[in-house]
């Protein structure tokens, strides 16, 4: 089981979350944020207001997937959430010991 | 050390807070979040108001404890935040390879 | 590739921002938390409330760094998060796997 967490614009959540599913992601964990990134100086638009490169509004979602989905899932992300300009965002890998659904104790990848 | 991540419904928080100092687990970290579970069409109800599978609102607690701590704060979780019903939650760990008190520069396991 | 995870007080943000740029690290998260810490009765003020140990205002900062500059942003956020009392915060390193650049499919430390 992997974990992939991706920081994307607001604006591409309703398309990243479809194409997740296309793929067959359903579970995941959504958080506002801010984000900080390269490019001083550059500005980005958010619902009419300009932002700095400082404490950009951003959307964090958190996904635990199967090894086998892991590269759809990226795929799926990258190519939903990108516009081509800056500040599109980052995707970040990392390992799941274990997932354990709470209603039944259910253990492992069929827990996802 | 380990890192357990718990999405738990939001009525839950202050039972599962509990039930983890009950096992001596006071470090933690909460955030808000929105969830996206399985069960299509399915909703669930939050302070008088219903939402589908889309964006439920969900309580996201973070807590890194000593490795002989994990299973019994598991149980805690589990056994604090379950109601039975579709979209109590789950639980992921992780590896984490160092914490770091602030205030002190203690490191491992006792900054913890 | 290690992600490093800071819980600080809000009030040192602008702060640890600052001494991380000064170390070369300008890509960061910022997420809005709760923080439940040891000391139960000590009370910490947060724009001219008293909150108990319980649910302190919190900032969370995620960044991903190359593993030479680990060292370097923790010593960062050490000495400008600090202030010497109890609830200063904590910081968690982990492993990274791989890293993606949504705009142009870039991977590893050079899309960080
Ligand atoms: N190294 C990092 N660690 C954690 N979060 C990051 C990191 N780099 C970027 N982010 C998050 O991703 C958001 C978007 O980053 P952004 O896409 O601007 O990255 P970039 O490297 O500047 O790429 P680009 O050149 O395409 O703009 C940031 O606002 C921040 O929230
Ligand atoms: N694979 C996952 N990765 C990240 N977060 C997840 C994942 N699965 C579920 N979540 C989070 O947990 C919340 C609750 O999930 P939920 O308990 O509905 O899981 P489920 O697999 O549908 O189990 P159940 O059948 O008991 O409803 C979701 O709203 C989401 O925030
Ligand atoms: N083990 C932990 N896991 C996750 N988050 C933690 C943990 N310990 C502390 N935190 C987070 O860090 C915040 C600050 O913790 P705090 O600095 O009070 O730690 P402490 O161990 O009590 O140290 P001090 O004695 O310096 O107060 C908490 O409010 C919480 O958000
Ligand atoms: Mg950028
Ligand atoms: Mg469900
Ligand atoms: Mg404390």
Do not use: C, W
């Not at 607001?10 to 296309?22: G, H, N, Q, R």
């Not at 090894?67 to 390992?95: M, N, P, W």
Request: avoid cysteine.
């Amino acid at each position: 089981m992997q974990k992939i967490e991706a920081v994307i614009q607001p604006s591409k959540l309703d398309a990243v979350k479809d194409a997740l599913l296309e793929v067959g992601i359903e579970g995941m964990t959504i958080l506002e944020a801010r984000g900080h990134g390269r490019q001083k100086g550059h500005t980005e638009f958010y619902r009419g207001r300009e932002y700095t490169v400082d404490l950009l509004p951003k959307i964090k979602l958190e996904m635990v997937v199967p090894d086998e989905l892991v590269e759809k899932a990226v795929q799926a992300i990258v190519s939903s959430a990108r516009t081509g300009k800056i500040g599109d965002g980052k995707i970040f890998l990392s390992k799941i010991d274990e997932a354990i659904r709470i209603r039944n104790d259910e253990r492992g990848a069929s827990a996802l």
